[in-house]
């Protein structure tokens, strides 16, 4: 039986659900361009969408308890989904309905009812009490803090909503795919569902709203900036990276065109006190700017594939290429005159520019 280690656990839970939420937000981009809610390619991003909750909650009581927790789990989600919970929702029912299963598996029982535990017994009781507990108890409440929440991104505006992308912009930037990071995304995503009320219907779900949307770009801009920083300074001036750097360096823009920050890790694992602090300046910029731009985008993914469900595309482009000339620049400021005097450390790392 998996021990509790709920940080891991919400993790694994996330890395599954993150196709959904890039496939479901394209394809609903792609139905919207097509023309509207009524084609067949927005109703399939709606669907995929429709199971963000089920398979959040799946996986991480899957990670929690093992195979006897994702029935569970699954049902807590979509428990959350039903009630309008969204999101948040799935993310505490499958914690619940984990943690229940786990301890559900230690009971001591006879000989003759061991066989039955694990595909009946702890499934069916953790079942009951998680979907139950989210559809009478946890669900109702959650779904009105998430229409709260929801609104109050969507009412934003000026210095609030500034500083609020900045310090987004920073936390995605701060550990390239960490708790921060994943913190950062995670509330974009709380607040889209918020306002988008994804438990409307598997035809209303979806990530609809106005500030929200342009709080989901700015935390995308910053995600991609500090990548494609690093590949931009290794290109600008190549003589000041190893041979391993500069293929490192095209690795990560294109990580980073992807939306996918853990492409800037072997440049900032050489140096970190010297890269992080320029590629968290290069993400608030960007994110700063996205959100002056009024950028927005409605795909909660998916990098470059993402704008096309991108409102004021200029500014975003902006914004993104404003944020990762500075990271870039910063970047070769810290080199100096060249690569000679940190080649030792590079060659030690290089191993990290598979990661």
Request: positive net charge.
């Amino acid at each position: 039986m998996p021990s509790l280690d709920l940080r891991r656990s919400v993790l694994i839970g996330v890395s599954h659900m993150i196709p959904f939420v890039v496939v479901g937000g394209l394809l609903q981009a792609l139905g919207l361009m097509l023309g509207g809610s009524a084609p067949l390619v927005f109703t399939l991003g709606s669907l995929a969408l429709y199971l963000l909750a089920p398979v959040l909650a799946g996986y991480i009581s899957f990670a929690i308890a093992g195979r006897p927790g994702l029935m569970p789990g699954l049902t807590a989600g979509l428990a959350a989904t039903v009630t309008g919970a969204g999101f948040l929702g799935g993310l505490i029912g499958g914690v619940l309905a984990g943690i229940l299963a786990q301890q559900l598996g230690r009971v001591p029982l006879p000989e003759w009812l061991r066989g039955l535990a694990a595909f009946l017994l702890v499934p069916l009781v953790a079942t009951l009490i998680s979907g139950g507990a989210m559809l009478a108890v946890i669900g109702p409440p959650l779904a009105s803090f998430m229409r709260v929440f929801g609104g109050w991104l969507d009412g934003l505006n000026g210095v609030s909503a500034v500083l609020l992308a900045a310090a987004l912009g920073a936390m995605t930037v701060a550990d390239l795919g960490g708790p921060l990071n994943k913190a950062a995304y995670l509330f974009a995503i709380t607040g889209v569902s918020g306002a988008g009320q994804a438990g409307a219907g598997i035809h209303g779900a979806g990530l609809i709203g106005g500030r929200p949307l342009a709080l989901m770009a700015a935390v995308m801009v910053a995600g991609m900036s500090a990548p494609l920083a690093c590949w931009f300074a290794t290109v600008v001036r190549p003589s000041a990276y190893t041979p391993a750097e500069r293929r490192d360096g095209r690795s990560a823009g294109v990580l980073g065109a992807l939306f996918i920050s853990e492409g800037a890790i072997p440049f900032a694992a050489i140096r970190p006190m010297v890269v992080i602090p320029s590629l968290m300046l290069g993400g608030m910029v960007a994110a700063t700017g996205s959100m002056l731009a009024g950028a927005t985008l409605t795909a909660p993914h998916g990098g470059v594939f993402a704008l096309l469900s991108a409102g004021h595309l200029i500014g975003l482009l902006g914004s993104l290429a404003l944020g990762a000339t500075l990271a870039a620049g910063g970047l070769l400021l810290s080199r100096g005159g060249g690569r000679d005097r940190d080649r030792n450390v590079t060659d030690r790392a290089a191993s990290l520019g598979g990661r």
